[in-house]
C-alpha cells in the first residue's frame, strides 16, 4: 500500500525532505512512501492503492487553494472510509476546523475556517513568537509532555523540532479527539480552557487523522546551522540528546494510528563498500583499469561519476577498516569505497549476507546443466554491497561510467536506503530482499526485431524460471509463483496453499506480490543500454509473504502426502540460476522476437481470461485474450454483462497502464 506525501504549492522542500526519510524509515517494507503533486490527488484514483496521506510543513493557504476543485472532498471520503490523514504543522492548520495564523499581525495573518475539519476547532498559532518564512529564526527545540496513558512505551517529555506550528484549542470539548503531547512551556497565544494540545489523533468515521503542531518527523542529522543562525547550533544539540525519545514517539503515534511500524529500525544504515568481482580475477581488475583510463580519477584515488563519487580500491586492500564510519553521511552524497576483489574473495566477516564464493559456484553450475562449458556474461563481472543506495540508481544515474560497463553487468546489495520503485517509490529494501539490477546493451537497430517493452516480461519470466526450476527442471513446481501483467511477480498466499488457488474470478485476492522488474533505459552511440532492476522477496516476511514463508507451508502439504521436502531458497543460488535464465531468455529473443516466449509467458501468467474494467475506456467491461506479440501490449475484447464479445478490442500499452489485480481495474498510471 502507498503513503502519498503531498509535496505541492504550501509545502516546503526541507518540510518534504524529512517528511519522506523519516516515513521511508519507520514504515518501510510494509508501504510504500512516495512524494505527489496535487494533480495525482485531483486526477487519479490514488485511494484503492494507499493507506495514508500526508501534509508536510510549510503553508496552509496555498494548499486549500490547490485542493479546493474536489481534492478536499476527495480526501475526506477517503479517511472516513478507513484511510489516515497526517497533517504536520502547516498540514496540522490544514486539517482542523479553524486556522488562526499571527492574528493582528498584517504581514503574517491567515485566519478563517478550514473544510477537511479532521479536527473540528480550531488550530492557533504560532505556539511561540519569533516565527519569520523562509528562515530558521523562530526555531525551536519544544518540550511535550506525553500522555503516557495513551503512549505508555514512550517517555514522559520528548523534544521536537518546532517553527511556526499551532496549539489545537478546547480539545476536550470535542469526543473524537486524543492528545497524544501537550507543550509544557507557556505560549504566546490563548491555548483555550484544556491543557495546550501539540499533537493529537482524531476519529473520523472509519478512519483517523494524526495532526501535530510540531515537527517529530525532522531527524537533528539534516539540520544544519549557518552562522546567520547561530542560536540554532543549540536547537539542532537538544534535538539530537534525546533523539530517540522523538523516534520512539513517533513510532507510538503511527501505530496510534494503526499503521504497520519498522520496529527494527534505529537510524538510517551506513553505507558499506561495493565490492567488484567476477569469476576471474583478472577480469575484474582489467574492468576498474579500463574505467579508471575511460574516466579518470583525481589525486586521492577518487573517480567521480555523473551522480555519485568512488573510492577506488584494488588489491591487496581487505577493506574491513573502511567500514569505520563516524556521523551521519547522507548516502546521496557521501564518497563510496569500491574495492576490486584479488585472489580470494572477501572476509564472511566483510559480507555476513552474501557469500561470493556460493554464488559463482552455482552460476557455473547452472550453465554446466545446460550444457556449456563456460560461464555467461550476466552477474560476471558483478558488484555486491550490504547496504548501498540503489542498485539501479548507480548504474542509471552515473551514464559517463555507464558507457564504460560491459552487457551482463551487475549489482546486487542486501539493504537499499534508497531504493527505487514503479512511479519514483522509493524505499528502504530490509535484507531478505534479493535486489540485483543488470546491464543489458543493444544496438538500435535490433530493436526492430526485438522491442525494449519485452525486457520486462523476460525479467519477470526469468524470475519465475528460476523458481520453479530452482534444483533441476520442474524441482520446485509445486511453488504457486505467477507473473502479474506487465512487471510483477505474485504467490499464492500462504493460507490458501493447502486448498488451492480458488477459481479465476476471485484468485487475485489470493495472491500477494513478491516481486517485480523496473527498467530503465539510455541511449549512447547508436546503442541501448537497458536497465533492468529486478527484485524478489526470499525470506522477509514484510510486508506480505516470501518464497520461504510460502515454501513452509508447500512443505508441509507435501510431507502429509508423503513427498519430499523442497529445498529453501538461498540469494546466491536464486539469483545465480536468475541470472542463467535471463541471460539465455535475452540472447533467444534478440534472435527471434518474443513470440517463441508467448506459451510460456501466458503459461506463468494471471490473467487468462480475466474479466476487467476499462477506467479510461468509460469503464468498459472486458475479457483478457493475451499480449500482441510486436510491441508487447494487453489485448482485451469488451464483452457485455452476459460475457459476449462487443467486437471492440482494445491494446493497452504496460508503460502507460496500471493493473488494480483487487478491483480489475486497469486505468492510467500516476
Given at each position: 500500500m502507498n503513503v502519498l506525501v503531498y509535496s505541492g504549492p504550501g509545502t516546503t522542500a526541507d518540510s518534504v525532505k524529512h517528511c519522506l526519510e523519516t516515513l521511508r524509515n519507520l514504515l518501510s517494507p510494509y508501504y510504500a512512501v512516495t512524494a505527489v503533486d496535487s494533480r495525482t490527488l485531483l486526477k487519479e484514483p490514488w485511494a484503492p492503492k494507499t493507506s495514508v496521506v500526508v501534509f508536510p510543513g510549510g503553508a496552509d493557504l496555498?494548499?486549500?487553494?490547490?485542493?479546493?476543485?474536489?481534492?478536499?472532498?476527495?480526501?475526506?471520503?477517503?479517511?472516513?472510509?478507513?484511510?489516515?490523514?497526517?497533517?504536520?504543522?502547516?498540514?496540522?492548520?490544514?486539517?482542523?476546523?479553524?486556522?488562526?495564523?499571527?492574528?493582528?499581525?498584517?504581514?503574517?495573518?491567515?485566519?478563517?475556517?478550514?473544510?477537511?475539519?479532521?479536527?473540528?476547532?480550531?488550530?492557533?498559532?504560532?505556539?511561540?513568537?519569533?516565527?519569520?518564512?523562509?528562515?530558521?529564526?523562530?526555531?525551536?527545540?519544544?518540550?511535550?509532555?506525553?500522555?503516557?496513558?495513551?503512549?505508555?512505551?514512550?517517555?514522559?517529555?520528548?523534544?521536537?523540532?518546532?517553527?511556526?506550528?499551532?496549539?489545537?484549542?478546547?480539545?476536550?470539548?470535542?469526543?473524537?479527539?486524543?492528545v497524544l503531547a501537550s507543550y509544557e512551556q507557556q505560549l504566546d497565544v490563548d491555548p483555550g480552557s484544556g491543557i495546550p494540545a501539540a499533537c493529537i489523533i482524531t476519529k473520523v468515521g472509519h478512519g483517523f487523522a494524526l495532526?501535530?503542531?510540531?515537527?517529530?518527523?525532522?531527524?537533528?542529522?539534516?539540520?544544519?546551522?549557518?552562522?546567520?543562525?547561530?542560536?540554532?547550533?543549540?536547537?539542532?544539540?537538544?534535538?539530537?540528546?534525546?533523539?530517540?525519545?522523538?523516534?520512539?514517539?513517533?513510532?507510538?503515534?503511527?501505530?496510534?494510528?494503526?499503521l504497520s511500524v519498522n520496529e527494527e529500525f534505529t537510524g538510517r544504515p551506513s553505507l558499506t563498500p561495493l565490492y567488484l568481482s567476477s569469476i576471474r580475477t583478472e577480469d575484474s581488475l582489467k574492468l576498474l583499469q579500463h574505467i579508471k583510463n575511460e574516466i579518470g580519477v583525481d589525486d586521492e584515488g577518487i573517480l567521480k561519476g555523473s551522480a555519485n563519487s568512488f573510492r577506488l580500491h584494488e588489491p591487496p586492500a581487505t577493506a574491513l577498516d573502511l567500514q569505520l564510519k563516524e556521523g551521519y553521511e547522507d548516502p546521496d552524497t557521501a564518497v563510496m569505497d569500491l574495492v576490486a576483489i584479488g585472489n580470494n574473495f572477501p572476509d564472511r566477516k566483510a559480507t555476513p549476507y552474501f557469500n561470493f564464493t556460493t554464488y559463482y559456484h552455482e552460476l557455473e553450475a547452472s550453465w554446466r546443466a545446460g550444457g556449456d562449458t563456460t560461464v555467461g556474461d550476466f552477474g560476471n563481472p558483478l558488484v555486491y554491497g550490504e547496504v548501498l543506495t540503489s542498485t539501479s540508481l548507480l548504474l542509471d544515474k552515473n551514464t559517463n561510467i555507464l558507457k564504460t560497463l560491459p552487457s551482463g553487468f551487475a549489482i546486487h546489495g542486501t539493504t537499499q536506503v534508497s531504493g527505487r520503485g514503479r512511479g519514483g517509490n522509493i524505499w528502504i529494501n530490509p535484507p531478505g530482499v534479493l535486489a540485483v539490477s543488470i546491464l543489458m546493451r543493444m544496438a538500435i537497430e535490433q530493436a526492430k526485431r526485438s522491442p525494449l517493452v519485452f525486457y520486462q516480461y523476460l525479467g519477470t519470466m526469468a524470475y519465475v524460471e528460476a523458481v520453479i526450476n530452482y534444483d533441476g527442471e520442474g524441482s520446485h513446481s509445486s511453488m504457486p509463483i505467477r507473473i502479474k501483467w506487465p512487471n510483477d511477480i505474485y504467490i499464492l498466499k500462504p493460507e490458501y496453499v493447502a486448498s488451492g488457488p480458488p477459481p479465476a474470478t476471485s484468485s487475485e485476492a489470493a495472491y500477494a506480490k513478491i516481486g517485480g522488474i523496473l527498467v530503465n533505459t539510455n541511449v549512447f552511440d547508436g546503442e541501448y543500454y537497458i536497465i533492468a532492476g529486478c527484485g524478489l522477496n526470499v525470506s522477509n516476511a514484510a510486508p506480505t509473504t516470501s518464497l520461504n514463508l510460502v515454501l513452509e507451508t508447500v512443505n508441509a502439504v507435501l510431507e502429509k502426502s508423503g513427498r519430499e521436502r523442497l529445498s529453501a531458497f538461498t540469494q546466491e543460488k536464486l539469483m545465480a540460476r536468475f541470472l542463467w535464465y535471463l541471460e539465455k531468455m535475452v540472447t533467444q529473443f534478440k534472435q527471434e522476437g518474443f513470440e517463441p516466449f508467448l506459451n510460456l509467458y501466458y503459461k506463468r501468467w494471471l490473467h487468462g481470461g480475466q474479466i476487467v474494467w476499462l477506467h479510461n475506456k468509460g469503464n468498459a467491461r472486458a475479457r483478457v485474450t493475451g499480449i500482441t506479440k510486436d510491441w508487447g501490449m494487453l489485448k482485451a475484447e469488451e464483452v457485455n454483462m452476459e460475457g459476449k464479445p462487443t467486437g471492440v478490442v482494445y491494446e493497452l500499452q504496460p508503460d502507460g497502464n496500471s493493473f488494480d489485480m483487487l478491483s480489475g481495474l486497469i486505468s492510467t498510471k500516476s
Open positions: 496555498p494548499m486549500c487553494r490547490e485542493m479546493a476543485e474536489g481534492g478536499i472532498s476527495e480526501i475526506v471520503k477517503f479517511v472516513r472510509k478507513g484511510g489516515r490523514y497526517i497533517g504536520f504543522c502547516a498540514g496540522g492548520y490544514f486539517g482542523s476546523g479553524r486556522c488562526e495564523f499571527a492574528v493582528g499581525n498584517p504581514e503574517l495573518e491567515v485566519s478563517g475556517s478550514r473544510d477537511l475539519k479532521f479536527f473540528p476547532g480550531t488550530c492557533r498559532g504560532p505556539a511561540f513568537g519569533g516565527f519569520e518564512y523562509h528562515t530558521e529564526l523562530g526555531t525551536k527545540a519544544v518540550k511535550l509532555n506525553i500522555n503516557t496513558s495513551i503512549l505508555p512505551d514512550v517517555p514522559n517529555t520528548v523534544h521536537n523540532y518546532y517553527n511556526g506550528g499551532g496549539v489545537f484549542v478546547n480539545t476536550e470539548q470535542y469526543s473524537n479527539v486524543e495532526l501535530t503542531g510540531t515537527h517529530p518527523e525532522f531527524t537533528p542529522a539534516f539540520l544544519k546551522a549557518t552562522n546567520k543562525e547561530p542560536e540554532f547550533a543549540s536547537v539542532i544539540k537538544t534535538l539530537s540528546d534525546s533523539d530517540n525519545a522523538r523516534l520512539m514517539f513517533l513510532k507510538s503515534s503511527l501505530r496510534r494510528l494503526g
